[in-house]
Nanobody
Framework: QVHLVESGGDLVQAGGSLRLSCATS????????MAWYRQAPGKQRDFVAH???????MFAESVKGRFTISRDDAKNTMYLQMNSLKPEDTATYYC???????WGQGTQVTVSS
């Protein structure tokens, strides 16, 4: 059974930074494009960013210039560095293997104003 294990969510003040991590198994990580999605209470789950095995990245317009996504192949881990956080970034953040039904359990990010 494949697991996606997220961590790094926290309560932070507006303007602050957080780094989320998502770890999975090597056989999944080395061939898969990985993504972050987020879901605020009462809203749909939205795309945030993705990264391919070759390192190509894509971001939602709402986070461009503030978030970066990276992957460490030695650790089978993907990261989401979030800077200049805003209250509207508050959500549960989910790790996802693109093209699959694999999702992490989510990690809560709360940004206070």
């Amino acid at each position: 059974q494949v697991h996606l294990v997220e961590s790094g969510g926290d309560l932070v003040q507006a303007g602050g930074s957080l780094r989320l991590s998502c770890a999975t198994s090597r056989d999944i990580f080395e061939i898969s494009a990985m993504a972050w999605y987020r879901q605020a209470p009462g809203k749909q789950r939205d795309f945030v960013a993705h990264i391919t095995p070759r390192g190509t990245t894509m971001f939602a317009e709402s986070v461009k210039g503030r978030f970066t996504i990276s992957r460490d192949d030695a650790k089978n881990t993907m990261y989401l560095q979030m800077n200049s956080l805003k209250p509207e970034d508050t959500a549960t953040y989910y790790c996802h293997v693109l093209g699959s039904s694999l999702w992490g359990q989510g990690t809560q990010v709360t940004v206070s104003s």
